[in-house]
C-alpha cells in the first residue's frame, strides 16, 4: 500500500508514504477490503452506473475541485505526480452521479452533490 489513512479532530484523510508518478496506481479497491453494493452509501465511491464499491481506505480519501487523483473502475489514479505526506484526493463531482451526504467544499465553498445536479 502506498498510502496511509490519518485521523485529525475526528475528521479522517488518506496521504501519501511515498513519492508516486503520474498514472500509478494510489489504492486499488479491491477483496478483501472492499465489497460491491448497489446502492450509494455514506462512505461508497461510485465506479460505473449502479455500481459502487465500499472501500476502507476509499472511503477515507476526500473531495478536491482540482483533485490529485482519479476514479478509474477500482483504482484510484495519480493525475500528477504526488510526494509523500501529500493528501490523496478525488473530485466526487465527477465520480458520484449523486452525493449521498452533499456538504460545502473546503476550498471554494461550492455544495458538492454530484454530477447530476452540476
Ligand atoms: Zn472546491
Redesign the pocket.
Known sequence: MSVYIKEENNFKGVFAIKDMAKGDIVVGMTRPTSKLVRTPTRTSIQISEGHHVEDEVGACINH??EPNCEVRSFLIIALKDIEEGEEITFDYNKSEDVVSSPFE??????M?LGRKHE
Open positions: 478536491a475541485c467544499c473546503k476550498c471554494c465553498g461550492k458538492i
